[in-house]
């Protein structure tokens, strides 16, 4: 199956509380690919990239976050695929 590509924007009280480290944590975890950082207006944005049923566990985490979270939404967007990502890593 092909791998399926989405942006992520997720709301709540998802800075400082080491929302990305824990994100990429996880995706490594499952095997998805892509990236986290923070934004300018204390919510967070990601891209993974995984197998659909792979992509759907690691959504499921973002919608949970880390323990001391508080998500109160995950607005998800496929996103085309131009080229595989090769890691997930957390940007500045």
């Known amino acids: 199956m092909a791998p399926r590509r989405v942006h992520l924007r997720i709301t709540g009280l998802v800075q400082g509380v ?13 095997g998805v690919k892509g990236w986290v950082r923070n934004l300018p207006d204390g919510n967070v944005e990601a891209m993974a990239e ?3 049923e ?18 109160k939404s995950v607005i998800v967007k ?3 695929i131009d080229a ?3 890691h997930f890593e957390v940007r500045r």
């Open 84 to 86: 595989l990502f090769t």
């Open 18 to 30: 080491s929302y990305r480290a824990s994100a990429q944590e996880e995706a490594q975890r499952l």
């Open 50 to 52: 995984a197998e659909p």
């Open 54 to 71: 792979v992509l759907e566990g690691f959504l499921a985490w973002c919608k949970r976050g880390p323990r001391s979270a508080r998500v």
């Open 78 to 80: 496929d996103s085309p």
